[in-house]
Protein backbone atom coordinates (compact mmCIF):
# COMPACT_ATOMS: atom_id res chain seq x y z
CA UNK A 1 0.00 0.00 0.00
CA UNK A 2 1.47 3.16 -0.99
CA UNK A 3 0.98 6.15 1.87
CA UNK A 4 1.02 9.80 0.29
CA UNK A 5 2.24 12.50 2.33
CA UNK A 6 -0.95 14.29 0.85
CA UNK A 7 -3.20 11.89 0.20
CA UNK A 8 -5.60 13.14 -3.06
CA UNK A 9 -9.17 12.15 -3.14
CA UNK A 10 -12.97 13.42 -4.21
CA UNK A 11 -15.75 15.02 -2.20
CA UNK A 12 -18.95 15.83 -3.99
CA UNK A 13 -21.52 18.34 -2.55
CA UNK A 14 -24.66 18.03 -4.56
CA UNK A 15 -28.51 18.65 -4.30
CA UNK A 16 -30.86 20.74 -5.53
CA UNK A 17 -30.64 24.24 -6.38
CA UNK A 18 -31.11 27.16 -3.38
CA UNK A 19 -29.66 24.25 -1.42
CA UNK A 20 -26.29 25.92 0.19
CA UNK A 21 -23.58 23.70 -2.76
CA UNK A 22 -21.47 26.43 -3.78
CA UNK A 23 -22.01 27.99 -0.20
CA UNK A 24 -20.31 24.86 1.00
CA UNK A 25 -18.09 24.14 -1.69
CA UNK A 26 -16.41 27.95 -0.97
CA UNK A 27 -16.73 27.22 2.77
CA UNK A 28 -14.02 24.57 2.57
CA UNK A 29 -11.92 26.12 0.09
CA UNK A 30 -11.46 28.93 2.50
CA UNK A 31 -10.71 26.80 5.39
CA UNK A 32 -7.89 24.98 3.00
CA UNK A 33 -6.97 28.60 2.01
CA UNK A 34 -6.55 29.79 5.88
CA UNK A 35 -4.96 26.34 6.33
CA UNK A 36 -2.51 27.92 3.48
CA UNK A 37 -2.78 25.32 0.95
CA UNK A 38 -3.08 26.83 -2.06
CA UNK A 39 -6.36 26.69 -3.91
CA UNK A 40 -7.79 27.10 -7.32
CA UNK A 41 -11.19 27.01 -8.50
CA UNK A 42 -12.98 26.68 -11.82
CA UNK A 43 -16.35 26.76 -13.17
CA UNK A 44 -17.61 25.83 -16.68
CA UNK A 45 -17.78 28.89 -18.97
CA UNK A 46 -21.66 28.81 -19.72
CA UNK A 47 -22.54 29.87 -15.90
CA UNK A 48 -22.12 33.51 -16.05
CA UNK A 49 -25.45 33.91 -14.04
CA UNK A 50 -23.72 36.26 -11.18
CA UNK A 51 -19.95 36.60 -11.73
CA UNK A 52 -17.81 35.93 -15.02
CA UNK A 53 -14.62 35.40 -13.24
CA UNK A 54 -16.13 34.30 -8.94
CA UNK A 55 -17.74 31.14 -7.93
CA UNK A 56 -20.17 32.63 -6.40
CA UNK A 57 -23.25 31.41 -4.20
CA UNK A 58 -27.23 32.76 -4.49
CA UNK A 59 -26.52 34.35 -0.88
CA UNK A 60 -23.58 36.17 -2.31
CA UNK A 61 -20.60 34.30 -0.63
CA UNK A 62 -18.21 33.82 -3.60
CA UNK A 63 -14.20 33.56 -4.44
CA UNK A 64 -12.06 33.49 -7.30
CA UNK A 65 -12.60 30.95 -10.15
CA UNK A 66 -11.34 30.39 -13.29
CA UNK A 67 -14.33 29.32 -16.34
CA UNK A 68 -13.38 26.89 -18.54
CA UNK A 69 -15.28 25.46 -21.75
CA UNK A 70 -14.00 22.11 -21.59
CA UNK A 71 -12.84 20.31 -18.36
CA UNK A 72 -9.97 19.04 -19.71
CA UNK A 73 -8.99 22.33 -19.67
CA UNK A 74 -9.00 22.45 -15.90
CA UNK A 75 -5.74 19.93 -16.15
CA UNK A 76 -3.73 22.29 -18.37
CA UNK A 77 -4.46 25.21 -15.35
CA UNK A 78 -3.60 23.17 -12.62
CA UNK A 79 -0.04 24.62 -10.67
CA UNK A 80 2.45 22.23 -9.41
CA UNK A 81 1.74 23.59 -6.16
CA UNK A 82 -1.79 23.68 -5.24
CA UNK A 83 -3.27 21.12 -3.23
CA UNK A 84 -7.09 21.96 -3.46
CA UNK A 85 -9.09 22.06 -6.63
CA UNK A 86 -12.76 23.42 -6.19
CA UNK A 87 -14.98 22.36 -9.45
CA UNK A 88 -18.45 24.56 -9.19
CA UNK A 89 -21.47 23.26 -11.18
CA UNK A 90 -20.09 20.24 -12.59
CA UNK A 91 -23.53 19.15 -13.94
CA UNK A 92 -22.88 21.62 -16.94
CA UNK A 93 -19.37 19.41 -17.91
CA UNK A 94 -19.37 16.48 -19.95
CA UNK A 95 -18.23 13.06 -18.46
CA UNK A 96 -14.65 14.31 -19.35
CA UNK A 97 -15.04 16.02 -16.01
CA UNK A 98 -14.66 12.35 -14.24
CA UNK A 99 -10.97 11.42 -15.32
CA UNK A 100 -10.09 14.96 -14.86
CA UNK A 101 -11.07 14.42 -10.91
CA UNK A 102 -9.82 11.46 -11.02
CA UNK A 103 -6.48 12.41 -12.37
CA UNK A 104 -5.99 15.12 -9.81
CA UNK A 105 -6.95 13.05 -6.90
CA UNK A 106 -3.96 10.53 -8.32
CA UNK A 107 -1.89 13.45 -8.29
CA UNK A 108 -2.40 13.94 -4.30
CA UNK A 109 -4.67 17.04 -4.72
CA UNK A 110 -8.03 17.18 -2.79
CA UNK A 111 -11.01 17.69 -5.05
CA UNK A 112 -14.17 19.43 -4.10
CA UNK A 113 -16.58 19.11 -6.41
CA UNK A 114 -20.23 20.99 -6.19
CA UNK A 115 -23.43 19.99 -8.44
CA UNK A 116 -26.95 19.45 -9.02
CA UNK A 117 -27.69 15.84 -8.64
CA UNK A 118 -31.23 15.89 -10.80
CA UNK A 119 -32.31 18.35 -13.56
CA UNK A 120 -35.48 20.07 -13.77
CA UNK A 121 -37.35 16.74 -14.35
CA UNK A 122 -35.56 14.88 -11.50
CA UNK A 123 -33.26 13.08 -13.39
CA UNK A 124 -29.76 12.17 -12.81
CA UNK A 125 -27.73 15.27 -14.26
CA UNK A 126 -24.85 15.09 -16.51
CA UNK A 127 -21.73 13.51 -15.06
CA UNK A 128 -23.03 13.86 -11.52
CA UNK A 129 -23.85 9.93 -11.20
CA UNK A 130 -20.56 8.65 -11.92
CA UNK A 131 -18.86 11.59 -9.96
CA UNK A 132 -20.91 10.71 -6.82
CA UNK A 133 -19.48 7.07 -7.43
CA UNK A 134 -16.08 7.80 -7.34
CA UNK A 135 -16.42 10.16 -4.69
CA UNK A 136 -14.34 8.95 -1.52
CA UNK A 137 -17.22 11.90 0.67
CA UNK A 138 -20.38 12.56 -0.63
CA UNK A 139 -22.22 15.33 0.96
CA UNK A 140 -26.16 15.78 -0.26
CA UNK A 141 -27.61 19.12 0.94
CA UNK A 142 -31.60 20.26 0.95
CA UNK A 143 -33.26 22.97 0.84
CA UNK A 144 -36.92 24.44 2.06
CA UNK A 145 -39.73 23.41 -0.69
CA UNK A 146 -41.58 26.71 -1.44
CA UNK A 147 -44.90 24.75 -1.63
CA UNK A 148 -45.31 23.13 1.77
CA UNK A 149 -41.84 24.17 3.99
CA UNK A 150 -40.31 20.48 4.31
CA UNK A 151 -37.21 19.85 2.84
CA UNK A 152 -36.54 20.08 -0.92
CA UNK A 153 -34.90 17.88 -2.73
CA UNK A 154 -35.84 18.69 -6.25
CA UNK A 155 -35.24 21.72 -8.88
CA UNK A 156 -39.05 23.00 -10.62
CA UNK A 157 -38.72 25.35 -13.41
CA UNK A 158 -41.03 27.65 -13.38
CA UNK A 159 -40.07 29.56 -16.88
CA UNK A 160 -38.01 29.08 -19.22
CA UNK A 161 -37.20 31.40 -22.74
CA UNK A 162 -39.62 30.90 -25.23
CA UNK A 163 -38.59 27.59 -27.65
CA UNK A 164 -36.11 26.54 -24.84
CA UNK A 165 -39.10 24.71 -22.40
CA UNK A 166 -37.69 21.44 -22.58
CA UNK A 167 -33.57 22.00 -22.68
CA UNK A 168 -32.36 20.48 -19.84
CA UNK A 169 -29.58 23.11 -19.64
CA UNK A 170 -30.94 26.43 -19.17
CA UNK A 171 -29.02 29.03 -16.61
CA UNK A 172 -31.18 30.52 -14.29
CA UNK A 173 -31.67 31.71 -10.80
CA UNK A 174 -34.76 32.46 -8.70
CA UNK A 175 -36.65 34.23 -11.44
CA UNK A 176 -36.53 30.46 -13.18
CA UNK A 177 -36.29 28.11 -10.99
CA UNK A 178 -37.62 27.01 -6.73
CA UNK A 179 -36.65 24.24 -4.74
CA UNK A 180 -39.33 21.33 -4.49
CA UNK A 181 -39.72 18.49 -2.12
CA UNK A 182 -40.89 15.29 -3.89
CA UNK A 183 -44.76 15.39 -3.19
CA UNK A 184 -44.98 19.44 -5.19
CA UNK A 185 -42.29 18.69 -7.39
CA UNK A 186 -44.27 18.88 -10.89
CA UNK A 187 -43.76 18.08 -14.38
CA UNK A 188 -44.51 19.94 -17.98
CA UNK A 189 -45.94 22.94 -15.65
CA UNK A 190 -42.78 25.56 -17.51
CA UNK A 191 -44.39 28.34 -18.80
CA UNK A 192 -43.24 31.15 -21.09
CA UNK A 193 -40.78 33.53 -19.50
CA UNK A 194 -43.15 37.09 -19.77
CA UNK A 195 -46.20 34.82 -20.10
CA UNK A 196 -48.83 33.59 -17.16
CA UNK A 197 -49.89 29.54 -17.34
CA UNK A 198 -53.18 30.85 -18.12
CA UNK A 199 -51.22 32.34 -21.75
CA UNK A 200 -51.74 36.14 -20.71
CA UNK A 201 -48.70 38.07 -20.96
CA UNK A 202 -47.50 39.07 -17.61
CA UNK A 203 -47.09 42.87 -17.00
Known amino acids: ?14 GSMFSGKTEELVRRLKRAQIARQKTQVFKPMIDNRYSVDHVQSHDANRILSKPVEKAKDILKLVDDNTRVVGIDEAQFFD ?5 VAQKLAFRGI ?21 LLAIAEEVTKLSAVCVVCGNAASRTQRVTSPKGQEGSQVIVGAKEMYEARCRFCH ?5 SV ?3 RSDGESSK
Open 1 to 14: MIHRTIPGFIEVVC
Open 95 to 99: DSVVD
Open 110 to 130: RVIIAGLDMDFRGLPFGPMPK
Open 186 to 190: ELDVV
Open 193 to 195: AGE
